[in-house]
Every structure is written in structure tokens, then in C-alpha cells.
């Protein structure tokens, strides 16, 4: 579990990482709101994919359970 929290959290750094350089917005004078918007999405992300994956992972090693 803890492997997949770690997988899934360097997905959203980089998916994050491309979509902050690949933005075309004008960026904020702040850095600290610069920070904030990027980890604030990278958290939506983590959360986004791991509401996702985490459940079919867990719905298709119970369905090979019970096939077995």
C-alpha cells in the first residue's frame, strides 16, 4: 500500500510539474502563492487518482479471489 501511495503521488507531481510549466497564464508576483497552487493541485490530483485506482485495485484482487 504504501508502494502505491508513493506511485501515485510521483504521477501527480508530474502531471502537475508539466501542467504548471505548460500553463500559459500570467504567473503570480508571489511565491507563496505559486507554492500554494501547486501543491494545492498536486493534491487534488493525488486524491483524484487514488479515489480512482485505489477501489478497482482493491474490486479486482477480490474478483481473482474469488475466480481461484
Known amino acids: 500500500m504504501k508502494r502505491k ?3 501515485i ?3 501527480s507531481a508530474i502531471i502537475t510539474t508539466i501542467g504548471f510549466l505548460m500553463d500559459g497564464d ?3 508576483p508571489s511565491m507563496t502563492m505559486r507554492f500554494t497552487e501547486f501543491f494545492a ?3 487534488m490530483l493525488f486524491l ?3 479515489v480512482i485506482y485505489l477501489p478497482i485495485n ?3 484482487k477480490k474478483l481473482q479471489r474469488v475466480r481461484q
Open 58 to 60: 482493491s474490486l479486482t
Open 26 to 28: 500570467v504567473k503570480e
Open 48 to 50: 483524484a487518482i487514488s
Open 9 to 11: 503521488f510521483t504521477v
Open 41 to 43: 493541485m498536486m493534491t
Open 5 to 7: 501511495l508513493l506511485n
